[in-house]
């Protein structure tokens, strides 16, 4: 805080119908320790952020506030680059579980908050009761033909995406 206009600007900040809050405030009994995860959005800094929450919750469970952080999707990218170090992958991201594209590489920009839930793999992975799965058909992000594998990342409500088109897994086999 810099000036008193700024206290008066954050004490006139009002929360309560942001997303994260109503989330958090409408939450049953089974949901009062869920994280909410926003989907990635361009905020008033004009850069894609991420907004991360959880409840602030008394000893009865009833709700007292929320605390937030806010997260730039670059954030992923050094996992991202871990993934990708395997030659034969030439795609991986992370998305939430309703399919939106936290980040993805390559083309970072490009993919940020787009949606692949309508996508036959998404909701092949959905559907299946284990944390990996694996496909091979055309993705909604580039429809080629890929290989690709979802995996969930514990209980965070994050899956990682990894994926290779499938012509050039095969070329070394098939010149």
């Given at each position: 805080?810099?000036?008193?206009?700024?206290?008066?600007?954050?004490?006139?900040?009002?929360?309560?119908?942001?997303?994260?809050?109503?989330?958090?405030?409408?939450?049953?009994?089974d949901a009062h320790d869920r994280m909410y995860?926003?989907r990635p959005f361009v905020g008033s800094s004009?850069?894609?952020?991420?907004?991360?929450?959880?409840?602030?919750?008394?000893?009865?469970?009833?709700?007292?506030?929320?605390?937030?952080?806010?997260?730039?999707?670059?954030?992923?990218?050094?996992?991202?680059?871990?993934?990708?170090?395997?030659?034969?992958?030439?795609?991986?991201?992370?998305?939430?579980?309703?399919?939106?594209?936290?980040?993805?590489?390559?083309?970072?920009?490009?993919?940020?908050?787009?949606?692949?839930?309508?996508?036959?793999?998404?909701?092949?992975?959905?559907?299946?009761?284990?944390?990996?799965?694996?496909?091979?058909?055309?993705?909604?992000?580039?429809?080629?033909?890929?290989?690709?594998?979802?995996?969930?990342v514990g209980n965070t409500g994050l899956d990682?995406?990894?994926?290779?088109?499938?012509?050039?897994?095969?070329?070394?086999?098939?010149?």
């Amino acid at each position: 805080i810099q000036t008193p206009e700024d206290l008066k600007a954050i004490r006139a900040f009002n929360i309560s119908e942001r997303d994260y809050f109503r989330f958090h405030r409408d939450a049953g009994r089974d949901a009062h320790d869920r994280m909410y995860l926003s989907r990635p959005f361009v905020g008033s800094s004009n850069r894609w952020i991420i907004v991360a929450s959880r409840a602030i919750r008394g000893t009865k469970g009833e709700f007292r506030g929320v605390v937030v952080a806010t997260v730039i999707p670059k954030f992923f990218e050094p996992i991202l680059l871990e993934v990708m170090k395997n030659e034969v992958v030439d795609a991986a991201a992370i998305h939430d579980r309703e399919g939106n594209v936290l980040y993805r590489l390559p083309d970072a920009e490009k993919h940020i908050g787009k949606n692949i839930a309508k996508g036959e793999a998404f909701q092949k992975y959905l559907q299946s009761e284990s944390a990996i799965t694996r496909y091979l058909g055309l993705t909604v992000t580039d429809n080629l033909e890929r290989a690709l594998v979802f995996a969930k990342v514990g209980n965070t409500g994050l899956d990682v995406g990894v994926s290779a088109r499938y012509d050039r897994m095969v070329t070394a086999w098939y010149p």
